[in-house]
């Protein structure tokens, strides 16, 4: 099983990245931040693996997986 990625930012389009607590990115926190209006994460997993992740689509589903309701 590999390592949880951390948020370290958050982008919205009126405010830009900025820096946030550092909280494990789970389906339930990205719930949170799309509601607060922000649109992507900084996410870091280990020291030299940042990536950013649309918070549209996350979690991501894998083909065939079955969607679950919202």
Do not use: C, N
Request: glycine share 8%; proline share 9%; no cysteine.
């Amino acid at each position: 099983m590999t390592r949880p990625r951390t948020v370290t930012h958050v982008y919205s389009l009126g405010g830009g990245w900025e820096k946030t607590s550092h909280e494990t990115l789970t389906p339930e926190v990205a719930e949170e931040l799309r509601h607060q209006g922000f649109t992507m994460v900084r996410a870091r997993r280990g020291m030299f693996d940042t990536r950013e992740i649309s918070l549209r689509d996350y979690p991501p589903q894998r083909a065939g997986a079955p969607i679950l309701p919202s």
